[in-house]
């Protein structure tokens, strides 16, 4: 991260690259360099962003196409408490977007302090609300905001899951028409399959592509 912030003090326009999942994460970068007075654009090129983003500041200044003007590219792909640290680091005062763009992405990231969680992430997070973090608001959109879509989807699923191995891998089989017929997108799919670690024995979870021969999507395994 040390070199990140070398790069971005050297460069005039730097671009953000992000998949859904990172979004809050770069959104928080995003407003750090809009701070040094820095050209910067925000790019995720994914075709469906789930609406639970939509809170995050600088949404509506996502881009789905490369800014070739810019001199420096960065894929956000690191967690918030990464970014958090590296901003400690570097003694970069939080403001209240970055502590909110900060709070959503640890929120996500945990499923709502429920996953991989120890006494550093609720000091982050204690932290981040102090610098003040919209986490009422944050949480209203992570946690709460399921569309119909989403609901459709995770209806299916479920109605077509399997429990194989004694009941320790869950599989599920999906193909790009279902998805479409649903209105929600694949990466509601990977969220869903998340679920499935409610289940009592289950240790994997895996996502099987029907249209093209049952091809491995997505393996997630349960964490110790």
């Given at each position: 991260?040390?070199?990140?912030?070398?790069?971005?003090?050297?460069?005039?326009?730097?671009?953000?690259?992000?998949?859904?999942?990172?979004?809050?994460?770069?959104?928080a970068l995003y407003t750090h360099i809009l701070r040094l007075h820095k050209k910067v654009s925000l790019v995720s090129k994914s075709k469906n962003i789930d609406i639970k983003f939509s809170f995050l500041p600088w949404f509506?200044?996502?881009?789905?196409?490369?800014?070739?003007?810019?001199?420096?590219?960065?894929v956000c792909n690191f967690s918030s408490k990464t970014l958090y640290e590296a901003f400690e680091k570097e003694n970069i005062t939080l403001n209240k977007k970055m502590a909110t763009a900060l709070y959503g992405a640890l929120l996500d990231e945990t499923r709502g302090f429920v996953k991989g969680v120890d006494?550093?992430?609720?000091?982050m997070a204690q932290v981040l609300i102090e610098c003040g973090a919209e986490h009422k608001v944050c949480s209203r959109f992570i946690l709460k905001n399921a569309t119909l879509a989403f609901l459709r989807l995770k209806s299916l699923m479920l109605k077509k899951m399997l429990l194989l191995n004694d009941a320790k891998a869950a599989l599920f089989c999906l193909d790009e028409n279902e998805i479409k017929a649903t209105g929600a997108s694949l990466e509601n799919a990977y969220e869903i399959m998340q679920e499935a670690f409610a289940l009592r024995y289950v240790e994997m979870v895996v996502l099987l592509d029907s249209d093209s021969e049952y091809e491995v999507q997505k393996v997630i395994y349960k964490e110790s």
């Open positions: 991260m040390n070199e990140i912030f070398k790069n971005i003090q050297n460069a005039k326009h730097i671009e953000l690259v992000a998949e859904p999942e990172f979004l809050a994460v770069a959104s509506e200044k996502i881009k789905s196409s490369d800014t070739p003007s810019a001199d420096l590219k960065i006494g550093t992430i609720f000091a």
